[in-house]
């Protein structure tokens, strides 16, 4: 069978495929076997069509595919770019946010410094023992007030064989050192050569104080005049009692300069209590006295620079052998001074320290736009 077509075969004798009809047969035979042929022939031309137009229809469908593949590909790495970019956006949020953080943190500690600082400042000041004072002077306005000045106090170390000089006029004192060698007579044919220098001393130009509240101590002040020691003895008793709202005391000293008195307890959390109270009444002398309790204020130096400081009207005579008594040589030493032939004038003090011996000389801040001692 060829597709769906029986065979069959044509059983002819001799004699019939000789005649006619055998061939007229056979001819018929044959164009079925032609139409049959061609049957398949178209058939097989249809299937081939068909897959052709089935290949060229796989082939549209693959390039499809291929196109959206791409798209799809460029799509995602299109997405994804936007993705990175949205997450470097963010980490880039995030670091600002953090560096926004650490400085709004930076910025809490300074102000809680500065809270500290000025809390501390307010104990300071209100540590600061209440003197009764009275005022005798104008008022005026601050535009016409004066600058607060303090009075230095210097220790200057004298080496043996010298002496100092301070003369009333700075011009003289000018004189000497420009002169710088001096022949001192000390009567007869003695003398001696005496060299005049500069005095020059170092001086604070700039101290900083840092101020703390001590946990341990507090400051005793509008106290009674009375025995130390029984004032001492009293006052330690009564803030060593926890229903006065003390605790164990370990010292207590009395500020002799001030007239006030330091207590220390042994815990650090007594003080605070104390002071935040500020007013308590202690027996003493027979009766109940009301004191002030305020802040003990512990110092320390966290900046300090000095330069040197030049006296304009005194000056330093090296080379003094050791000839005579001591207070007869300073007597000479004044009398050459101040004669203006000699290139001085009136002396306001001498001291002379003899060779072997150490003398300290205190400087002492003299009116305003004036280094002198």
Do not use: W
């Amino acid at each position: 069978m060829i597709n769906g077509v029986k065979d069959f075969s044509l059983v002819t004798s001799p004699e019939f495929e000789e005649s006619l009809e055998g061939i007229q047969a056979s001819i018929n035979s044959f164009k079925k076997k032609y139409e049959q042929i061609l049957e398949v022939q178209k058939e097989l031309n249809d299937n081939r069509e068909d897959a052709r137009e089935m290949t060229v229809k796989y082939k549209q469908r693959i390039e499809k595919l291929k196109d959206d593949i791409i798209k799809d590909q460029q799509t995602h790495t299109k997405s994804l770019a936007n993705e990175k970019k949205k997450l470097a956006k963010h980490e880039q949020e995030e670091r600002e946010l953090e560096e926004e953080i650490e400085r709004v943190k930076v910025a809490v500690k300074e102000e809680k410094d500065k809270l500290l600082h000025l809390k501390q400042e307010a104990d300071v000041f209100a540590a600061v023992p209440e003197r009764k004072v009275i005022f005798k002077g104008e008022a005026a306005k601050a535009t016409n007030s004066q600058d607060f000045q303090m009075e230095a106090h210097i220790v200057y170390p004298m080496n043996g064989g010298t002496a100092l000089v301070t003369f009333e006029e700075e011009v003289v004192a000018k004189k000497i050192l420009v002169t710088k060698k001096h022949q001192v007579d000390l009567g007869g044919d003695c003398s001696i050569c005496v060299e005049a220098r500069l005095v020059q001393l170092i001086v604070p130009s700039l101290v900083e104080i840092d101020t703390q509240v001590c946990p341990h101590r507090i400051l005793i002040s509008n106290l009674p005049k009375m025995d130390t020691d029984t004032l001492l003895n009293k006052l330690e008793i009564h803030f060593s009692k926890s229903k006065n709202g003390g605790g164990e005391v370990d010292e207590c000293e009395m500020l002799t300069d001030s007239g006030t008195v330091v207590l220390t307890f042994v815990e650090n959390n007594i003080a605070s209590g104390l002071t935040d109270i500020e007013q308590h009444e202690v027996k003493l002398q027979q009766k109940k006295h009301k004191v002030r309790v305020t802040p003990f204020i512990n110092g320390k130096i966290t900046d300090f620079k000095s330069k040197m400081s030049v006296c304009p009207r005194t000056v330093l005579l090296t080379g003094i052998p050791v000839v005579m008594e001591q207070d007869t040589l300073q007597d000479l030493l004044e009398i050459h001074f101040q004669k203006s032939s000699n290139g001085g004038g009136e002396i306001e003090a001498l001291l002379y320290n003899p060779m072997g011996e150490q003398t300290l000389a205190q400087f002492e801040t003299v009116p305003p736009n004036s280094e002198e001692e």
